[in-house]
């Protein structure tokens, strides 16, 4: 079983991109604190919707709960083969309100708190 949980605070604010086919993508870096002293700063990558979601609703600094699972790759640069992991986002809940008008609101109107790249009528995964 390939299951990745992360709960740390974005590095950056999230660009939102969009390949050739229009399909919406979200490379992203969360620094997770390990329990010893340290942080480790795990690369994500987040597709569709959740990809969009996630550019249009969390900032640098938010805190954020990140499912999914481990991807391996590869690519040549400069005649070398550069090795990557990533983790593939499933599903994002935010964890950080933004402050507005003296009290805790959602940075937006509405602010979903899970959202899913899977169809939820495919049933459990296990």
Aim: glycine fraction near 8%.
């Amino acid at each position: 079983m390939n299951t990745v949980i992360l709960c740390g605070r974005l590095t950056a604010d999230p660009e939102v991109r969009y390949t050739n086919n229009k399909k919406a993508t979200c490379r992203f870096k969360v620094a997770v604190n390990r329990i010893s002293e340290g942080a480790d700063f795990i690369q994500c990558i987040a597709w569709e919707k959740t990809a969009e979601n996630l550019g249009k609703y969390v900032k640098k600094g938010d805190r954020i709960l990140v499912s999914g699972s481990i991807t391996t790759g590869s690519y040549e640069k400069d005649g070398k083969k550069v090795y990557t992991t990533d983790v593939t986002a499933r599903t994002i809940q935010f964890l950080d309100m933004h402050k507005q008008d003296g009290g805790f609101k959602p940075a937006d109107d509405e602010i979903p708190v899970e959202f899913t790249q899977a169809d939820l009528d495919e049933g459990l995964p296990f």
